[in-house]
């Protein structure tokens, strides 16, 4: 079972917005503003797409945009295309001795 | 630009040990964190271990502790992780990733533990 929890799918039409929760506990979501959210295409590396909560680094669109409520953090996508579909992990660092913890991963489906 | 591509996966036996090794170009690899981060076939990210740009902090992931160990030799712009007494559930593709957030990632080396 993974430290932090993720939908195991999410699905949503060309166009629309689709949103893909993380949680965790005060020890690594709600007690730091250090999560990433990365996108794994079949048989790639992942690909970073938000780091600290909310900033999306140099080249990634501005359609995908990060934030956090608590516990809780949440990756959103808008304007879907088919491109975005694809296996969406957030991690988080963690006050634990393991350090670092990741979700367990939720798949896109374009519609 | 930044390349990470790591050599050194194979298929071993339960109880053996392997050294993966990842070669860094395109940054100054000794300005940097680095992590290995694994992902068993058909299942999800785990990080492994994480290193200081200077190697003096070291974590461990709580499966892998006592049994992987994580260094570098910033000369030779190299990241290594020896991995003894492997498991089956050690099996997965094994990547090298630039830290803090893993921002660059190498293509990955599979390590596969059966008898």
């Known amino acids: 079972q993974s430290a932090l929890t993720q939908p195991a799918s999410v699905s949503g039409s060309p166009g629309q917005s689709i949103t893909i929760s993380c949680t965790g506990t005060?020890?690594?979501?709600?007690?730091?503003?250090?999560v990433s959210w990365y996108q794994q295409h079949p048989g790639k590396a992942p690909k970073l797409m938000i780091y600290?909560?909310?900033n999306r680094p140099s080249g990634v669109s501005n359609r995908f945009s990060g934030s956090k409520s608590g516990n809780t953090a949440s990756l959103t996508i808008s304007g879907l295309q088919a491109e975005d579909e694809a296996d969406y992990y957030c991690s988080s660092y963690t006050s634990s001795s393991t350090f670092v913890v990741f979700g367990g991963g939720t798949k896109l489906t374009v519609l | 630009q930044v390349q990470l591509v790591e050599s050194g996966g194979g298929l071993v036996k339960p109880g053996g040990s392997l050294r993966l090794s990842c070669a860094a170009s395109g940054f100054t690899f000794s300005d940097y964190y680095m992590s290995w981060i694994r992902q068993a076939p058909g299942k999800g990210l785990e990080w492994v271990s994480y290193i200081s740009s200077s190697g003096s902090t070291i974590y461990y992931a709580d499966s892998v502790k006592g049994r992987f160990t994580i260094s570098r030799d910033n000369a030779k712009n190299s990241l290594y992780l020896q991995m003894n007494s492997l498991r089956a559930e050690d099996t997965a593709v094994y990547y090298c990733?630039?830290?803090?957030?893993?921002?660059?990632w190498g293509q990955g080396t599979l390590v596969t533990v059966s008898s």
């Open positions: 990733a630039r830290s803090g957030p893993a921002d660059y």
């Open positions: 600290d909560v909310s």
């Open positions: 005060s020890s690594d979501v709600g007690g730091y503003n250090y």
